[in-house]
């Protein structure tokens, strides 16, 4: 009997070593399964934070009208439009919408209940197989299948969102090359507009300054009106002086056919005609008129005096008779500055009322022609 008890304690002995071993062992995985449950725990905490706790709300999409009629030089009152956004889903626009919380103390403990328990902490049996119920309120499973059902509705969201992308980014380049379209008309459009602009100023610039020569060749045009009519008066006065002189003169032509009679013997002495009481002084010395008009044939020219001239010869008044004088004729701007002598002149008689003076030309003394405009000088 002792042998028997003795093997028996050491069947035990070694039985509690092996126990002793496994238990150690089995420690071991529980510290390992205890850890590893505690991070799938907090990673799948973590992870759910990044799901969202719901569908986002709907909202209607903004009215976006585009102008689709063609672009022309004829003006639109209402041009054809089509809507971008119809049936464009907005609401997957919305940010920041509430996540999946289960880093609570609640939602912690119900991670970690594997199986369905009631109020009183009893199993909960499923009615199939009357075992400890796995799913339902309350336990781990529950929380797992809401998770799994917001990752497939997130994942429905964001495949829907990508295909709306796809069809934006389709309008966006269809638009984009419109754009690119409309850009290169309107570049080559500007450089027309340019050419224009450059034009119109060219054009704005000529006109401005043909209004100036306008403005100007009319006033030139009334100075030269205002000048014809005096040319006009000036000429019918010359005409009517022209006149008087013809007659002066075809008076002197009667005259020197008289004298040259009477010179020859032919006719009757007129007699001298004495010098007139107050007879002007001699003139002094200088330029005293021009030639106007001279016949070289019959040797006579007919003087135009200054005023000076005339009022030292016959008076202020006028009151005096012409005095016989010689005078000497030169022209300007031939030898010298002081013109060539052309001849001496003697005068004969002057036109009353006028500067006119009628003069003998002295052949003793001519260099040259008398001509219209030769200086007449004392």
């Known amino acids: 009997m002792a042998k028997v008890l003795r093997v028996l304690v050491i069947i035990i002995l070694i039985l509690s070593a092996v126990s002793l071993f496994f238990a150690h062992k089995l420690f071991e995985k529980r510290e390992l399964l205890t850890k ?3 991070v799938l725990e907090e990673t799948f905490i973590k992870v759910a934070k990044t799901i969202e706790e719901q569908d986002p709300a709907e909202a209607d999409a903004p009215s976006v009208m585009k102008d689709i009629s063609e672009v022309s030089d004829r003006e639109l009152t209402n041009p054809e439009k089509q809507a971008m956004l119809e049936g464009y889903p907005v609401k997957l626009e919305q940010q920041n919408l509430p996540t999946l919380d289960f880093g609570n103390t609640e939602k912690r403990l119900q991670l970690r209940s594997f199986f369905a328990v009631d109020g009183e902490g009893n199993y909960v049996l499923d009615p199939v197989d009357n075992k400890p119920a796995t799913k339902g309120p309350g336990t781990m499973q529950e929380l797992m299948d809401r998770f799994f059902d917001r990752a497939k509705a ?11 992308l796809t069809k934006m980014r ?3 380049t269809a638009s984009v090359d419109e754009v690119n379209k409309l850009k290169t008309d309107g570049r080559a459009a500007k450089v027309e507009l340019k050419g224009e602009k450059e034009k119109v100023a060219t054009l704005t610039t000529e006109k401005a300054e043909l209004e100036t ?13 205002a000048e014809l009519a005096d040319a006009k008066n000036t000429i019918e006065t010359l005409n009517e002086d022209k006149a008087n002189l013809t007659e002066d003169l075809a008076k002197m032509n009667e005259k020197y056919e008289e004298l040259k009679k009477v010179l020859s013997g ?3 002495h007129p007699g001298t005609v004495a010098p007139a009481q107050g007879m002007a002084a001699a003139p002094t010395a200088g330029d005293k008129g021009k030639i106007i008009e001279a016949n070289d044939e019959l040797k006579f020219a007919i003087i135009e005096l200054s005023d000076d001239a005339i009022t030292e010869l016959l008076g202020p008044e006028r009151q005096n008779a012409l005095p016989q004088l010689e005078m000497n004729v030169r022209r300007t701007g031939r030898q010298s500055a002081a013109g060539e002598f052309v001849t ?6 002057a036109v009353r009322g006028k500067n006119f003076v009628v003069a003998d030309i002295l052949n003793d003394w001519q260099q040259a022609p008398v001509e219209k405009g030769d200086v007449v000088f004392f």
Request: proline fraction near 0%; avoid cysteine; charge should be positive.
């Open 344 to 349: 001496r002149i003697k005068l004969r008689q």
């Open 213 to 225: 020569r306008v403005t100007r060749l009319t006033a030139e045009k009334r100075e030269l009106t």
């Open 170 to 172: 389709d309008q966006f």
């Open 266 to 268: 032919k006719g009757s």
């Open 154 to 164: 997130q994942q429905a969201t964001l495949n829907k969102t990508r295909a709306e």
């Open 36 to 38: 590893r449950n505690s």
